[in-house]
Structure formats: structure tokens, C-alpha cells
């Protein structure tokens, strides 16, 4: 009996020692959420110090000379009341500005009239260059695609103005009028939301609280621009053998993509995402661990479960040293475990998770416009009307899909052209219904692997996988990728993996097989669709690397059917011939 009371009080007094030892770590935890002071100092027995720490601090400020800005706000005032209200500067914006100038001008020729009467107002807090401008990202876009020269439309509409700096604030459908920022309200007759997608990062307090002179190196947001601003110094620094540490959030297109572009360039970098890995929430496991294996061949440093907490600037050794020079210290917990703080410290940071929608927010002033609580952005219907009189496009348009068979929200070049164009005919008049299929590419040069998808492209999804077998093996980094749904058998997607060498790949059989309605892609079993999809998996492969029929035939393929973990099932890869 005095063994077992010894092993309770000593039971008891380990258990009162864990719950001091938590509560001292809320109580830290607590101290550094709320803190104001740009310089803790957080105790090392805390925090475990990633290798990135031995990075140096050779950053300067970016300069910005080269950002113009197209203000019209300033040379005369906003009139109360335009024909057409365009908020967004973006890509679905420019489209549907060139689409209704195009329409005006057709008509302006019939009457024998010189100029247009209509009046147009173009309001966005900056502009945005189309996507497929982006140094990194190669969307779908075909050769003879050039950029809008939206100077000229202006210049030959005098009644059209552009004001850049301004932002909108309400919506109030009931009568016609929106509310800016700055307070004024503007009636419309048309309206069209294309205010593009952000980076949720509202939630780091301590970015707004930088010092300016190293602000400029924590990137967040949609700017393009500030991009290539970013990269070009990057590059110059790596051409002139400065050593450099960039840590780059976010582990889906985006933030993969920068990080493999600048490993390639000479940088150190470390990828964070909270995911299990790369690219988890668009495909199945095991082609993301294959990729996840070249990220690290590359010399990437993957940090996954890991979520970003606070940035702090470092303080430089010498005291009469810039603080402009001073690495960041970016401090990061485990998605299982919010107690365990980590640091790095690095040179860039930038933020590139999975961008959501601008509109997101208090935007419906009267309650008239939906948001989607499930893919976010504007409920608008199949004509892109999210209530009378009110267009939305672009990134931020929840609209339904019928190649889906559901409402889809999609951040592409093809998706803002085309989304962007059928908002300004409809403005115009027509009762034109959206039905495209926007096709996104994205290139990893450095890996040798480029990616193209189509549809709805989930990792919840089950999935039926074609690869190129090369002698024994498999080359997982060449193939097609179907994706279904679970409960009816619908093909709902697909990716294609292919040689980063093409330019311009062939996707007709896809696009005709998404541009049938979703009954027209449902099977009855799934040895149905198995026996449907390994023909149009060769053929898909064929188009896209522009083969001849004996090269299609000698082709073998490697088939895997993989259901996703998530659904409490379990992986299945069985590797068939086909």
C-alpha cells in the first residue's frame, strides 16, 4: 500500500508540473501576440532555430521609380452618375472594358458617329498586368495573344475615365449606386465587380508593423508588378555571387513555383506550407511526394504542417549598421502542435498561399449581393448576374460550372479573359451564358515537369492515373490524371503532366469531353469508366506531344487508381498495363 501511495504522489506531482509547463507557454504565447515592440526577445529554450539562420543580410530597399500610375481623380472630378461602372483593374476588367469599347465601336459605325456617348468609369486601387505577365507564370495563353492597350481605348473615348487609388466599399443594388472608400457615391447603370483575389495575411499583425526600410522585402498580395520588381533584385544580388535566404508560404501553384525559380537562380530557400506536402489539395499523394522528392533534389527546404505566427527584425550586432540591412526572424509553429515555436531567420519573405477573394468582406451594403460560404467570391448566376444590374468576374465570381456540376471559383488568365468578356456582352444586352473551360499551365522548368489542369482539381477526389512506362519503370512525371467524383461516378477534372519543352500543348480531347454536360461524363460502374478513360488517356498524351499513330501505339501506360485518405479508405496503387 505505501508503493502504490508513492506512485500516486509522484503521479500527481508530474501532472502539476506539465500543467505549470503549459500554462507558462500561454502565458508566452499570449505575451508575444500581444506585444507592440518591433524587437523581442524570445527566451532560446523556446524556440528551436532552423539552419536558415546562417543566412546573410545583403538586402537593399526596392526601388519603386519604375511604378506609374494613371490617376485621373486628380485632373478632374468623378461625375455622379456613369452608363457603365467597372471596379477592378485586373485582367477580367481590361477584358471587359476592350469588349465594350469593341461593341460601342461597331455600333458607332452603323450610325456614322465619330465618338461614343456612353460614359464609363474604370476605379481600382492599382492596376494589375495580366497574369500571363508574370516573370513565373505560364497560363493559357496562345501566340498571337497580346495585352490591351487600354491607353488607347481611354485616349479615343474622351466621355471613359480611369481612376486608379480609389477603392469601393458598398454595393447598394436596391438603387443603382456604389459607395467608395473616400466616402463619394457614384449611380451606375451596369456594374461589373472584377476586383481580383489577395493574400490572406490580415492575420500576421506584425507585418503592418515592420520598419519601411525592410517592409519592402515581406511580399503579399496579387501585384504582379511588385514581383518582377522583387525578382529582378533578387537576381541582380545572386548575378553578383550575394548569397541569399528567401522563404517562401504557401505550397499550391504559386508558392512552388517561386520557390523551385529562385533555388534555380542560387538562392537558399525554404518552402513553408501547412499541408502534408506540396501541392496536397490538387493532387493524389503519391505524385506529390514524387515532386516533393525533386523540390528537395533541387536543394529546397521543406518545412510542412508549418504555420507562420510573427515576423520580427532583427537587430544588427553593430549599432551604427542600417537596420535597413537587418534579416527578418520569421517564427513558426507546428499545425499538431501551436507550442512549439520555431525560428528562421532569412533575408526575403514571401507570402504566396491560395489567394481568396477582394470581395470577401462588407461589400453588400444592403444585403442584395450572396457571398459563397464554401468557395468564397459572389454568388452570380450562369450569365454572371449577381443581382439586377450587377455583373461580377474573374477571380472573385462563384459561378456554376457546368463541366463541374457545381459552382466553381478559378484564378487563371483564360478564366479572367474569357469570364471578363462575357460580363461587358451581357452588360451590353446580350443573354450570353457562361460555359467555358478554363485550362491553367503552370512550368517547372528546373524540375522538368510542367503541369495542365482542367475541371475541378481536388485531392478529395478519386482519382485514375495514366503514366508513361519507360522500360521497367514508371515515369510519374509524364501521364494524365482524371479525377471523380466518388458517389457518381462523374469525371469532374483532370491534370496532365507533361515535357516542359512544349510550348503550346495540344488539349483538344480534353476540352471536348469537359465541354459536354456533366450527365454526358457519368459511367455506371467504374470498370465502365476505367475502359473509357485509358483510350482518352493515350489519346490526350498523343495531342499533347504532337505524336504520330505508330508512336501512340507503342505507348504503354502504367495505370494506378487512387482513392484519397481523407475519405477513410485506403491507397490503392496497383500498377496495371494498359
Aim: charged share 20%.
Amino acid at each position: 500500500m505505501d508503493w502504490n501511495r508513492k506512485l500516486k504522489c509522484y503521479a500527481r506531482l508530474i501532472s502539476g508540473f506539465t500543467l505549470i509547463g503549459l500554462h507558462y507557454r500561454m502565458k508566452l504565447n499570449s505575451k508575444l501576440n500581444h506585444s507592440d515592440d518591433k524587437n523581442r526577445h524570445f527566451p532560446t529554450f523556446h524556440l528551436k532555430t532552423w539552419r536558415s539562420i546562417h543566412c546573410e543580410s545583403l538586402s537593399e530597399p526596392i526601388s519603386t521609380e519604375s511604378k506609374t500610375r494613371i490617376n485621373k481623380s486628380d485632373q478632374k472630378a468623378l461625375k455622379s452618375h456613369y452608363q457603365y461602372v467597372i471596379c477592378g483593374a485586373g485582367t477580367a476588367a481590361q477584358s471587359a472594358v476592350n469588349t465594350l469599347s469593341q461593341l460601342h465601336s461597331s455600333e458607332n459605325k452603323d450610325s456614322d458617329a465619330n465618338t461614343t456617348t456612353t460614359s464609363l468609369l474604370m476605379i481600382a486601387p492599382e492596376w494589375r498586368n495580366p497574369y500571363y505577365n508574370s516573370p513565373l507564370i505560364k497560363n493559357n495563353t496562345e501566340s498571337n495573344e497580346t495585352e490591351h492597350n487600354n491607353d488607347e481605348v481611354f485616349a479615343k473615348n474622351p466621355t471613359w475615365d480611369l481612376v486608379l487609388g480609389k477603392s469601393l466599399k458598398a454595393v447598394y443594388a436596391d438603387r443603382n449606386e456604389i459607395e467608395l472608400e473616400s466616402g463619394e457615391l457614384i449611380q451606375y447603370d451596369k456594374l461589373l465587380i472584377a476586383v481580383g483575389a489577395v493574400v490572406g495575411i490580415e492575420s500576421i499583425h506584425s507585418i503592418h508593423k515592420l520598419d519601411e526600410t525592410i517592409s519592402h522585402r515581406v511580399l503579399g498580395g496579387h501585384s504582379h508588378e511588385e514581383h518582377a520588381l522583387l525578382l529582378n533584385e533578387i537576381e541582380k544580388k545572386c548575378l553578383n555571387n550575394q548569397k541569399l535566404h528567401v522563404t517562401v508560404v504557401g505550397g499550391g501553384w504559386n508558392g512552388t513555383l517561386y520557390a523551385s525559380h529562385l533555388q534555380a537562380l542560387g538562392c537558399d530557400v525554404t518552402l513553408i506550407c501547412y499541408e502534408p506536402l506540396p501541392w496536397s489539395r490538387y493532387l493524389p499523394r503519391f505524385i506529390c511526394e514524387v515532386l516533393s522528392k525533386l523540390l528537395k533534389a533541387q536543394g529546397i527546404e521543406l518545412l510542412p504542417y508549418s504555420n507562420v505566427n510573427y515576423i520580427t527584425q532583427m537587430k544588427q550586432n553593430n549599432p551604427h549598421d542600417s537596420q535597413e540591412h537587418a534579416d527578418l526572424q520569421v517564427y513558426f509553429t507546428w499545425s499538431y502542435d501551436s507550442f512549439a515555436l520555431n525560428s528562421l531567420r532569412t533575408d526575403y519573405l514571401l507570402f504566396l498561399p491560395t489567394n481568396s477573394p477582394s470581395c470577401s468582406g462588407n461589400l453588400d451594403g444592403q444585403f442584395y449581393l450572396q457571398s459563397d460560404p464554401e468557395v468564397g467570391g459572389l454568388l452570380v448566376n450562369s450569365e454572371l448576374s449577381a443581382a439586377s444590374d450587377v455583373y461580377v468576374a474573374g477571380d472573385c465570381a462563384s459561378f456554376p460550372a457546368v463541366w463541374a456540376g457545381e459552382r466553381q471559383r478559378i484564378q487563371s488568365n483564360e478564366h479572367a479573359e474569357q469570364s471578363g468578356l462575357v460580363a461587358a456582352l451581357n452588360m451590353y444586352g446580350s443573354r450570353k451564358a457562361y460555359s467555358s473551360e478554363p485550362v491553367r499551365k503552370v512550368y517547372y522548368s528546373a524540375l522538368d515537369v510542367a503541369i495542365l489542369s482542367i475541371g475541378k482539381v481536388s485531392s478529395l477526389s478519386e482519382t485514375f492515373c495514366f503514366f508513361a512506362k519507360d522500360g521497367k519503370t514508371s515515369d510519374y512525371t509524364r501521364g494524365v490524371i482524371f479525377y471523380s467524383d466518388m458517389k457518381s461516378n462523374n469525371v469532374i477534372g483532370a491534370v496532365v503532366l507533361f515535357d516542359p519543352m512544349i510550348d503550346s500543348p495540344n488539349v483538344d480531347s480534353l476540352r471536348k469531353l469537359f465541354d459536354q454536360p456533366i450527365d454526358k461524363r457519368s459511367f455506371k460502374d467504374i470498370s465502365q469508366l476505367e475502359e473509357t478513360l485509358a483510350p482518352l488517356a493515350r489519346k490526350v498524351y498523343t495531342e499533347l506531344h504532337h505524336a504520330n499513330s505508330e508512336e501512340s501505339d507503342s505507348l504503354v501506360f502504367t495505370y494506378r487508381r487512387f482513392f484519397p485518405r481523407e475519405k477513410g479508405t485506403k491507397s490503392n496503387s496497383r500498377d496495371d498495363i494498359v
